[in-house]
């Protein structure tokens, strides 16, 4: 199968998909959307109000701001990949819990493999959970570090700023760092990081 074929069965099954609970609360999975040849994957948490009944990532609020933030470094949505760690919508949009992240990752690890983007760009603590495990957004946020030969950027999530209104200034400070820290990543020298380190002591990860 080629990549397009890849997405477009993660497409299908996703819609029909009960290996967690979460299928009980679906309308509509939202398994992503995006050119299988996509550069920058944006990975979110999971689908709220608006995407299950659109079955569509980030069309909400929350997708508002991101267009936004796109916008401002001249890229359009239609060039990236958008999804998220689960595909199906937490009742109440409540956290979603270990395993149905660690049941879901079957279908981004497809989409990630499927894509092989140069970069990540994780939004929130769940899908920084799923690279950078014992890192604290606080910490790290706007910071990228190369992990098995791809640049991973982790940022707020955008429904937080909405929350929390100082936010806002800080991702739209990260995402303007974007596309400067995409075009260094290409000459900087890439790190391989043991899971071992990765989990134990984040910061030993390389950081530039
Ligand atoms: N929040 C997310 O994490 N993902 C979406 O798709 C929409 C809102
Ligand atoms: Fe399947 Fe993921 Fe939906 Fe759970 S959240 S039912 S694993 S597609």
């Given at each position: 199968?080629?990549?397009?074929?890849?997405?477009?069965?993660?497409?299908?099954?996703?819609?029909?998909?009960?290996?967690?609970?979460?299928?009980?609360?679906?309308?509509?999975?939202?398994?992503?959307?995006?050119?299988?040849?996509?550069?920058?994957?944006?990975?979110?948490?999971?689908?709220?109000?608006?995407?299950?009944?659109?079955?569509?990532?980030?069309?909400?609020?929350?997708?508002?701001?991101?267009?936004?933030?796109?916008?401002?470094?001249?890229?359009?949505?239609?060039?990236?990949?958008?999804?998220?760690?689960?595909?199906?919508?937490?009742?109440?949009?409540?956290?979603?819990?270990?395993?149905?992240?660690?049941?879901?990752?079957?279908?981004?690890?497809?989409?990630?493999?499927?894509?092989n983007p140069?970069?990540?760009?994780?939004?929130?603590?769940?899908?920084?959970?799923?690279?950078?495990?014992?890192?604290?957004?606080?910490?790290?946020?706007?910071?990228?570090?190369?992990?098995?030969?791809?640049?991973?950027?982790?940022m707020y999530?955008?429904?937080?700023?909405?929350?929390?209104?100082?936010?806002?200034?800080?991702?739209?400070?990260?995402?303007?760092?974007?596309?400067?820290?995409?075009?260094?990543?290409?000459?900087?020298?890439?790190?391989?990081?043991?899971?071992?380190?990765?989990?134990?002591?984040?910061?030993?990860?390389?950081?530039?």
């Amino acid at each position: 199968m080629n990549s397009e074929e890849i997405l477009a069965k993660v497409e299908r099954e996703v819609q029909v998909c009960t290996k967690c609970d979460l299928h009980f609360s679906r309308k509509r999975g939202v398994p992503g959307e995006g050119p299988a040849n996509a550069e920058i994957m944006f990975i979110g948490e999971g689908p709220g109000f608006h995407e299950n009944e659109q079955g569509r990532p980030f069309v909400g609020p929350a997708g508002q701001f991101l267009d936004e933030l796109l916008d401002q470094i001249g890229m359009r949505r239609e060039q990236v990949f958008i999804g998220n760690v689960v595909k199906c919508r937490p009742p109440g949009n409540r956290d979603p819990h270990l395993e149905e992240l660690s049941t879901c990752d079957f279908y981004l690890e497809q989409q990630i493999q499927a894509i092989n983007p140069k970069v990540i760009v994780t939004l929130g603590r769940y899908s920084m959970g799923k690279f950078i495990p014992n890192a604290k957004i606080s910490e790290v946020h706007g910071r990228a570090m190369r992990l098995k030969g791809r640049l991973i950027v982790p940022m707020y999530h955008p429904a937080a700023a909405l929350h929390q209104p100082s936010l806002r200034s800080v991702l739209v400070s990260d995402f303007a760092r974007l596309p400067a820290l995409i075009a260094s990543a290409e000459s900087a020298p890439e790190y391989e990081i043991e899971p071992t380190v990765e989990k134990s002591d984040p910061k030993q990860l390389s950081m530039f």
